[in-house]
């Protein structure tokens, strides 16, 4: 089946510990996303990739980090300079217009 | 900028009532139009778009209508049932410089009791 992948579901880290969240799509799409999602704020994108080795900012970057090494992949680095990293996270893949969305990482920082 | 605004929710509605959830957009240019929906736990799934004015959106038995001239995105279903319990998100695109970032709603929980 296609899809979009991201592990783990659940994920729990200290304050001050940077934290990877896998996303791995089969979908064969150039285009890939991060969005953050908190209660009552709706989605907002962290960062974009169009194509590999390349991706840009959204609107909240600031304590993120990407790379896009190969097309099914685009793994989220949550650093400790992120002062809020809890959230809901979700990964999704696009072509054209559509977006296709992964089942999203929990990540409780305490 | 590009913004959405959807009505707050919570949303409570009996098995079988008619719903409403109110979306207009602010685009400085010709956006397509989308409803999302997210199930408890889950990912977000397309439930319908419209990609230019008067074009109505269809799936599941929800419905939206684009109108241009209100600037609205109104999604509706006649009759809801209790799988219909999601967070429904209304979001737009705006084409062009080969991206396609969504911009989204914050989002309206909806609960449908039997």
């Known amino acids: 089946d296609g899809g979009i992948t991201q592990s783990p579901k659940y994920l729990f880290r200290k304050e001050g510990q940077n934290v990877t969240l896998s996303c791995e799509q089969n979908l064969n799409h150039d285009a890939m996303y991060w969005y953050r999602q908190d209660p009552g704020q709706g989605l907002r994108l962290i960062y974009y990739s169009q194509i590999v080795n390349d991706f840009q900012k959204g609107d909240i970057a600031e304590g993120y980090s990407v790379s896009r090494e190969k097309k099914e992949s685009f793994p989220l680095t949550v650093t400790s300079a992120q002062k809020n990293p809890t959230a809901f996270y979700l990964c999704?893949?696009?072509?054209?217009?559509?977006?296709?969305f992964g089942p999203g990482t929990r990540l409780t920082v305490t | 900028g590009d913004s959405v605004t959807q009505m707050e929710g919570p949303v409570t509605l009996s098995e079988e009532a008619f719903l409403t959830i109110n979306c207009t957009y602010t685009a400085t240019g010709y956006p397509s139009l989308f409803w999302y929906v997210q199930y408890p736990g889950e990912g977000l799934q397309l439930l319908l778009k419209?990609?230019?004015?008067?074009d109505k959106g269809s799936n599941k038995g929800f419905e939206a209508t684009y109108r241009k001239e209100t600037t609205s995105f109104h999604l509706e279903k006649g009759s809801v049932q209790v799988s219909d319990s999601a967070v429904y998100f209304c979001?737009?695109?705006?084409?062009?410089?080969?991206?396609?970032?969504?911009?989204f709603g914050k989002g309206t929980k909806l609960s449908v009791i039997p």
């Open positions: 999704a893949s696009s072509i054209g217009e559509k977006q296709y």
């Open positions: 979001a737009l695109i705006l084409p062009g410089a080969g991206s396609y970032q969504l911009t």
């Open positions: 419209a990609t230019k004015a008067d």
